[in-house]
């Protein structure tokens, strides 16, 4: 707790008070505030849950993106190369593919599987795996790597229907939840999950910063859950703004950041309307947020929906005036929409998301002058 406060503290006298949010740990007195600006370094992107065409650089996926105004892309990468790491050539493909259709490769999603593995030497291999692999990022140009955490699959457990017959997926705990199967990781608790992080960031974080390339956390689907669901004391539970503050400090770097997933960090609130605004406060102003995924539910903890992002509970123009005053210079992405059967791969919804986003950038920015 000490090393959390400590790290808070050294963070907040760093930045200025210029950036709009609390000023509970800031002295408001010691800094002029300086006026709101328009920001020309947020923009809309795309990435691996949606994709026209045979992959995410076909032609049919770039010109799909390119007709919705979306030119950055977060890809997924397949096969490992013999080393254990990602296939350099095959990122060196993809990098030529998307500067050929007038995309930039912003970003790589990387697997879980560290965390699922306990101390020892099949760790220690992946670790180096890791470090290989934001060496690779680096070499083609790439400086985010997004991430999620997950020792027991990405809950959801109905479906409901929506505006225009779509469908909405949700999740609710399910009054047996005690009783369900241990997931394949076996039981992990609070402790060893975070003993797993911080073993990660400790060795991660040091070779972002030499190879420059930012390292992007996607918060656990769904945060909040009862300790011992399935097994496992998530780290983002029980209180996923705590976890999110703990995360952040445990190696203080600006290499140590997020994926913020607003829907994601929603599921696990009781009021998201009110409550999300402090998070992206709380991480904007400190240059934590690396990306943006652009998520609404209806709901909150332990009971919601996934809904588009015009209808659900929070204000998303709120956000963007956070993003817009903290100079973010990330994407937006469009994430989890819902489906239809005349819409098998979401094309539809995600194109009224790319379209939503813009007209919000648009929109923040109008308030203000440059």
């Avoid at 290989?132 to 070499?139: F, L, Q, T, V």
């Avoid at 479906?159 to 039981?187: C, H, I, M």
């Avoid at 496992?232 to 770097?253: C, G, H, L, M, Q």
Wanted: glycine share 10%; hydrophobic share 35%.
């Amino acid at each position: 707790m000490k090393r959390r406060e400590f790290g808070k503290q050294l963070v907040g006298s760093a930045i200025g008070a210029g950036i709009l949010g609390s000023t509970a740990d800031q002295d408001a007195s010691a800094q002029p505030v300086r006026a709101p600006r328009t920001n020309s370094l947020m923009h809309v992107g795309g990435d691996y849950h949606s994709v026209a065409g045979s992959s995410i650089t076909s032609k049919e996926n770039l010109d799909y993106n390119l007709r919705y105004g979306v030119k950055h892309l977060t890809v997924q990468l397949g096969k490992r190369s013999p080393d254990g790491g990602w296939d350099l050539d095959e990122l060196k493909r993809i990098k030529e593919d998307c500067e050929k259709g007038g995309v930039t490769l912003e970003a790589i999603r990387m697997d879980p599987s560290y965390i699922t593995l306990r101390k020892g030497p099949e760790r220690d291999r992946e670790m180096d795996n890791i470090i290989g692999n934001i060496r690779k990022a680096s070499e083609v140009g790439v400086k985010i790597i997004t991430y999620h955490w997950t020792v027991i699959p990405i809950r959801r457990n109905r479906q409901t229907p929506g505006r225009g017959n779509v469908t909405y997926a949700g999740f609710k705990l399910e009054d047996n939840w005690k009783d369900l199967a241990v997931g394949k990781s076996g039981e992990v608790s609070w402790e060893d999950y975070w003993e797993r992080i911080s073993y990660f960031l400790e060795k991660a974080i040091p070779a972002a910063r030499h190879y420059d390339v930012r390292m992007a956390c996607h918060p656990y689907d769904p945060p909040g859950l009862p300790f011992g669901y399935q097994g496992a004391d998530n780290w983002d539970s029980p209180a996923v703004f705590e976890a999110i503050k703990r995360y952040e400090s445990t190696v203080e770097s600006p290499y140590n950041g997020f994926q913020l997933c607003l829907g994601t960090a929603a599921e696990g609130l009781k009021n998201p309307s009110t409550e999300i605004l402090p998070i992206v406060q709380y991480l904007a102003k400190r240059g934590k947020i690396h990306q943006i995924h652009m998520r609404n539910i209806r709901g909150g903890l332990h009971n919601f929906e996934e809904v588009y992002p015009d209808e659900g509970e929070m204000d998303f123009f709120k956000v963007m005036r956070i993003l817009r005053d903290a100079q973010f210079a990330g994407s937006l992405c469009p994430d989890h929409m819902p489906r239809h059967p005349d819409d098998p791969k979401s094309l539809q919804s995600f194109a009224f998301g790319y379209g939503y986003i813009k007209a919000l950038i648009q929109a923040v920015n109008s308030e203000v002058s440059g």
